[in-house]
Every structure is written in structure tokens, then in C-alpha cells.
């Protein structure tokens, strides 16, 4: 799979918390840096998630924003 997004982050799914309509699914990405993503249930199952797969996440924003 080839993307334009620059920011990919590979690591493993270390959990996946199911909601009525939406998942959180947190990636490990290293250097204790979890990565949290909100998709949708269907995308869990289309994909085939399961914690312990490695999976990338794929960042493309308009903005960053920063807080102190």
C-alpha cells in the first residue's frame, strides 16, 4: 500500500474498545507512545483488527495543534 501521508506510524494494536457505533483502537508505536484512533466498528471488522497485529497509523492533518 502506497500513501501520500508522510506521518506513518508502524506499531501493534494493543487494544480495542468497541462502542455501540465507534472503536477506539490504541496503536503502540514505541518509546511508550501510544497512539489513540476513533473509527468506526465496520472499519474494525473490514480490516480485520485484532490486538497484537501490527497496523500503521497514518496522520494527515490540515493542523497541529499545541498546547503548553
Known amino acids: 500500500m ?28 514505541g518509546h511508550g507512545i501510544v497512539i489513540t484512533s476513533s473509527i468506526t466498528n465496520e472499519a474494525v471488522d473490514d480490516l480485520g483488527l485484532a490486538v497484537g497485529d501490527s497496523a500503521v497509523a497514518v496522520i494527515k492533518a490540515s493542523d497541529v495543534i499545541i498546547g503548553k
Open 2 to 29: 502506497k500513501l501520500s501521508a508522510r506521518n506513518q506510524m508502524h506499531g501493534k494494536i494493543v487494544s480495542i474498545d468497541m462502542g455501540v457505533t465507534t472503536a477506539r483502537v490504541k496503536i503502540d508505536v
